[in-house]
C-alpha cells in the first residue's frame, strides 16, 4: 500500500496500475492536445442545443441516391473484385483524369501525373508537413488558421510566424525570425477562397503577394482549397497554383501546393480528397502514401469518381442554394440582434463567419456562458491562432442550421453578448 502511495505521488506506476507512458512517447507527441473547446463542444449533442459550432456539411444535402447507385455499379458487373482489391498509392486512374480536366477549367493545366488522391485533404496536410518541416522550421500561417493544419504540423515541431498577405513584412525579417529559432521557413500556408475560420476569401493582389513572398524566401506555398467550390457570390479569383502557373509557364515550374477536397462538396465521409502539383512533389507524398496507409479506399475512390463525374456541378447548385439563404439569414440576424462594437466577416461562400467582440471578451467563457443560458453553441476563436490570442473572437457556422434555427440562435446568441 506504502509503495502504491509513493509510487502514485511520483507520478509512476506499479503492476495494475498502468504504465508511465509520457516518458516513452516521442518530444512531438507533446505538442498533440485534447483542446478545452472540445470538451465543452462535447455537450453539444444534448438536442436542446442550438449549434453553430461544428464546421460540418448539412447531411441532408448528401446525394445519397446516387452514391447507393454507384457502390452498386462499383460491387456489380466486371469491376466487382476490383472495387474491394488493393489498388495503387497515387490513386484511382479514371478519378485522377477527371481531376485534370476539373483543375484544367480552374485555370490549372496539369497531367494525371500531377495528382495524388489522399484520405481527405486532412491526410494532404500532415503529409505536407511531413514533408517540408524539421524541428524548429517555421511555417508562416494565418492569425488565425484552420486548427486541424495547426494539429498536423505540430507533429512536425515547428515554429509559427504570422503570413500577412498584405505584404507588410519583408523576406528578410521572415528568415531572420526563422533563424533565430534554430530553422528555416519552409512553407506558407494559406485558404484562399472561404477561410476556416474567418469565411474570408484573399483577393487576387494578397495571392499574388504571398506568391512573390514565397518566390523571395524561396519556399513553397500550401494552397488548402477545401471550400473553394462553394461560392455563392462574386467572381472566381484563380487559385495561387493558377496564378503560379501563369507567371512560370508550367505546373512543373511552381512552388504552389493545392490540396482539394470532396468532403464540403460531395461526403466527408468517404475520405476523399487530393493534391495537385509539380511531380516531385507527388513522388515523394506517393512514397510517404505507400508507408502511411498504402492507399485510399479503392470503393470509396470508384464511388466518388462516377458520382462526379455524372452530377457535380448539379450537386454544387443544390449546396449553393442552400448555404447562400443561411448565410443571408445569419448576415442578417446578426445585424439586427449584436449590440454595437461588435464585427463580423461577410463571407462570398464557405460555412462560416467570424466574430470580433470588444477587447475583453473571452470567447471560451462566453461559450459556458452561453450553453448554460441560452443553450446556443460556437466555437471560441483562441484555437485558431497559433500563439493563442483571439480570445474577443469565435466561429459561426450557418451550414446545418435552418434559417428559422439561425434567426432564433443569434437572437440568443446576442442577449448572452450583451450580458457579457
Ligand atoms: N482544410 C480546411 C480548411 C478544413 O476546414 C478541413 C475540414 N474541416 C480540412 C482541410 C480537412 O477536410 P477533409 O480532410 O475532410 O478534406
Avoid at 87 to 104: E, H, I, K, N, Q
Avoid at 135 to 146: F, I, Q, S
Avoid at 393 to 419: D, W
Amino acid at each position: 500500500m506504502k509503495n502504491q502511495m509513493q509510487a502514485e505521488a511520483a507520478g509512476t506506476a506499479i503492476a495494475g496500475h498502468g504504465l508511465d507512458w509520457p516518458h516513452l512517447f516521442a518530444t512531438r507527441a507533446e505538442r498533440m492536445k485534447a483542446s478545452e473547446i472540445r470538451e465543452l463542444l462535447k455537450l453539444l449533442d444534448q438536442p436542446d442545443v442550438m449549434s453553430f459550432a461544428g464546421g460540418i456539411p448539412d447531411p441532408a444535402l448528401f446525394p445519397v441516391a446516387a452514391f447507393g447507385t454507384a457502390l452498386t455499379a462499383a460491387l456489380s458487373g466486371d469491376s466487382k473484385g476490383a472495387a474491394l482489391q488493393y489498388s495503387v498509392s497515387d490513386g484511382y486512374r479514371p478519378l485522377r483524369d477527371w481531376l485534370v480536366t476539373r483543375m484544367a477549367s480552374l485555370g490549372v493545366p496539369c497531367t494525371t501525373d500531377n495528382i495524388m488522391i489522399t484520405s481527405g485533404s486532412q491526410q494532404a496536410l500532415d503529409y505536407l508537413g511531413k514533408l517540408f518541416l524539421s524541428k524548429d522550421d517555421t511555417a508562416l500561417v494565418g492569425w488565425p488558421t484552420y486548427l486541424g493544419a495547426l494539429q498536423a504540423f505540430n507533429a512536425y515541431e515547428p515554429n509559427y510566424d504570422r503570413l500577412t498577405p498584405l505584404g507588410n513584412r519583408s523576406a528578410a525579417d521572415y528568415s531572420h525570425t526563422a533563424e533565430t529559432k534554430g530553422g528555416k521557413v519552409k512553407f506558407a500556408y494559406a485558404s484562399a477562397d472561404f477561410a476556416n475560420p474567418t469565411g474570408e476569401t484573399l483577393p487576387r493582389s494578397a495571392r499574388e503577394n504571398i506568391l512573390d513572398l514565397a518566390h523571395e524566401l524561396d519556399i513553397a506555398v500550401i494552397e488548402d482549397a477545401a471550400y473553394q467550390s462553394l461560392r455563392y457570390d462574386g467572381d472566381e479569383v484563380p487559385p495561387m497554383l493558377a496564378l503560379d502557373i501563369a507567371r512560370t509557364g508550367s505546373i512543373e515550374a511552381t512552388r504552389t501546393v493545392y490540396c482539394g477536397s470532396f468532403s464540403k462538396t460531395l461526403a466527408p465521409g468517404l475520405r476523399v480528397g487530393w493534391v495537385c502539383a509539380a511531380k516531385p512533389v507527388i513522388s515523394k507524398l506517393v512514397l510517404m502514401k505507400q508507408a502511411g496507409d498504402l492507399h485510399s479506399a479503392t470503393l470509396n475512390q470508384m464511388a466518388i469518381h462516377t458520382v462526379a463525374s455524372d452530377g457535380f456541378e448539379a450537386q454544387m447548385a443544390k449546396i449553393r442554394q442552400t448555404y447562400r439563404a443561411r448565410r443571408d439569414a445569419m448576415l442578417a440576424a446578426l445585424a439586427k440582434h449584436m449590440p454595437d462594437g461588435v464585427s463580423w466577416t461577410r463571407p462570398d461562400g464557405g460555412m462560416y463567419i467570424w466574430l470580433t467582440l470588444p477587447e475583453g471578451f473571452d470567447g471560451a467563457a462566453l461559450l459556458a456562458q452561453s450553453l448554460k443560458t441560452e443553450r446556443v453553441a460556437f466555437v471560441p476563436g483562441r484555437a485558431f491562432f497559433a500563439d493563442g490570442s483571439g480570445a474577443n473572437t469565435l466561429r459561426l457556422s450557418f451550414s446545418c442550421a435552418s434559417e428559422a434555427t439561425i434567426e432564433e440562435g443569434i437572437k440568443r446568441l446576442g442577449r448572452v453578448v450583451r450580458g457579457g
